[in-house]
């Protein structure tokens, strides 16, 4: 059982990206994904969540960032757009049962300890 994230990068203000979260050994499908950073120095926050809830935002990226899944591929993809300097940071893609409501596993951090599968971290760096 394996989560990967990828797709992390040197960026400029106003520039895009698009990270991915593969699976092997398990189905995305059976379960809610979440995604998460770490800026410096701060603690580690919700980013975006989809399971069978309706996919959540934070407000720091509403409008901006767009989770969606292939489950062909059985990947998981966080597009970035409009990127500013405070969205710098490790992000994460994690799992969790998928009856849990996204919105508590967003914006409650104790709730990360419902996470069951980590994917390393890759680095977003926006910097001008």
């Known amino acids: 059982v394996q989560l990967q994230a990828s797709g992390g990068g040197l960026v400029q203000p106003g520039g895009s990206l698009r990270l991915s979260c593969a699976a092997s050994?398990?189905?995305?499908?059976?379960?809610?994904i979440a995604w998460f950073r770490q800026g410096p120095g701060k603690a580690r926050e919700g980013v975006s969540c989809?399971?069978?809830?309706?996919?959540y935002y934070a407000d720091s990226v509403k409008g901006r960032f767009t989770v969606s899944r292939d489950s062909a591929k059985n990947t998981v993809y966080l597009q970035m757009n409009s990127l500013k300097i405070e969205d710098t940071g490790v992000y994460y893609c994690?799992?969790?049962?998928?009856?849990?409501?996204?919105?508590?596993?967003?914006?409650?951090?104790?709730?990360?300890?419902?996470?069951?599968?980590w994917g390393e971290g890759t680095l977003v760096t926006v910097s001008s």
């Open positions: 994690a799992t969790f049962p998928n009856h849990y409501s996204c919105g508590s596993i967003i914006t409650r951090p104790g709730l990360q300890t419902l996470m069951e599968y």
């Open positions: 989809m399971s069978l809830t309706p996919t």
């Open positions: 050994g398990f189905s995305l499908d059976d379960n809610g």
